[in-house]
């Protein structure tokens, strides 16, 4: 392995870790970090080979390339965790202004999540 491919591939495992992390965290967005990833790890085909048939990140690459857009499950649970934790976080934080920012932040999410979610759209749009 070069060096450059060393470094990219670590690169590649910084940005799926990211992404592993927006999984749980609802404003930080999964699929752009785990296809930053998949790009990174070009140069090992055993990497390569790996994270497109991973439990967790193969459906977003899959998902990316065919063009099929979210399933449903994904959304919903996206969804439910995002306005879960935006609650959670209104209700620890106890201040007007995090009354008004969490449900702008989850109208905003939640739009971005359902564009997402449509079938079809184009890889570059």
């Not at 060393?6 to 590649?12: I, Q, T």
């Not at 967005?29 to 990174?40: D, H, S």
């Not at 007007?96 to 079809?120: D, K, Q, S």
């Amino acid at each position: 392995m070069t060096l450059k491919t060393k470094l990219l591939v670590l690169l590649g495992f910084i940005l799926l870790a990211v992404g592993a992390i927006g999984i749980f965290v609802p404003v930080l967005p999964t699929t752009p970090f785990v296809l930053a990833a998949a790009g990174c790890f070009t140069g090992s085909a055993k990497l390569s080979g790996w994270l497109r048939k991973s439990r967790f990140f193969g459906d977003y690459i899959k998902n990316y390339r065919e063009r099929t857009g979210l399933q449903r499950r994904t959304v919903i649970v996206s969804l439910a965790y995002l306005w879960a934790a935006l609650g959670v976080s209104a209700a620890v934080i106890q201040k007007p202004w995090a009354y008004v920012l969490m449900p702008c932040v989850g109208a905003a999410v939640t739009a971005h999540i359902l564009v997402m979610a449509r079938p079809g759209r184009a890889a570059d749009e």
